[in-house]
T-cell receptor, first 117, second 114 residues
Framework: AQKVTQAQTEISVVEKEDVTLDCVYE???????LFWYKQPPSGELVFLIR??????QNEISGRYSWNFQKSTSSFNFTITASQVVDSAVYFC??????????????FGTGTRLTIIP | DAGVTQSPTHLIKTRGQQVTLRCSPK?????VSWYQQALGQGPQFIFQ???????QRGNFPDRFSGHQFPNYSSELNVNALLLGDSALYLC?????????????FGNGTRLTVT
């Protein structure tokens, strides 16, 4: 069975501070994918990043960066110089490898991030 | 380029009633997945449709059923509604030939059962 744990339920930081959202996962699959999604108040889940289990390189995209460590089964997300527009609920998700299409996503319970102006 | 569209946006039903939610996938996508998101929780996988058939199913009772049409749009039906069915129902689409691709989600339908 797959499981994703986001221990931080809510985080509040002052604008321009850096913030890290934690994600720990469990899976017996040797090949799998990890995702981060952002959910603004509108409800739509917005894709941020996908990582496969063979690629442990950290990734940076503008103010966003991700740290994937298989040894600790973690896939953490850092926002540098946070902005009010970053306020949302962030979900970490896990899927197995699909031979066709997509495997189902297993989501964590999410972290509500509030950026205080 | 239209994204994933869902209707209605909000819905209020009474216990025991039946409900149908609708989803049109992003242009070019042929696979539709449905997720249920209870308040304060992460989305949970209900099922996935491809080529008008259910291809994968999560741990949901048979009261939850679906359908996919030849134009790839999809419906989610829930019978004998329970209070616990109150949630945000999210539809996501993808293209079957792009393996393990990120899903594109709609804004969801907020279902309230009273």
């Amino acid at each position: 069975a797959q499981k994703v744990t986001q221990a931080q339920t809510e985080i509040s930081v002052v604008e321009k501070e850096d913030v890290t959202l934690d994600c720990v996962y469990e899976t017996r699959d040797t090949t799998y994918y990890l995702f981060w999604y952002k959910q603004p108040p509108s409800g739509e889940l917005v894709f941020l990043i996908r990582r496969n289990s063979f690629d442990e390189q950290n990734e940076i995209s503008g103010r966003y960066s991700w740290n994937f460590q298989k040894s600790t089964s973690s896939f953490n997300f850092t926002i540098t110089a946070s902005q009010v527009v970053d306020s949302a609920v962030y979900f970490c998700a896990l899927s197995g490898f699909a031979n066709f299409g997509n495997e189902k996503l297993t989501f964590g319970t999410g972290t509500r991030l509030t950026i205080i102006p | 380029d239209a994204g994933v569209t869902q209707s209605p946006t909000h819905l209020i039903k009474t216990r025991g009633q039946q409900v149908t939610l609708r989803c049109s996938p992003k242009s070019g996508h042929d696979t539709v997945s449905w997720y249920q998101q209870a308040l304060g929780q992460g989305p949970q996988f209900i099922f996935q449709y491809y080529e008008e058939e259910e291809r994968q199913r999560g741990n949901f009772p048979d009261r939850f059923s679906g359908h996919q049409f030849p134009n790839y749009s999809s419906e989610l039906n829930v019978n004998a509604l329970l209070l616990g069915d109150s949630a945000l129902y999210l539809c996501a689409s993808s293209w079957d030939r792009e393996l393990n691709s990120p899903l594109h989600f709609g804004n969801g339908t907020r279902l309230t059962v009273t």
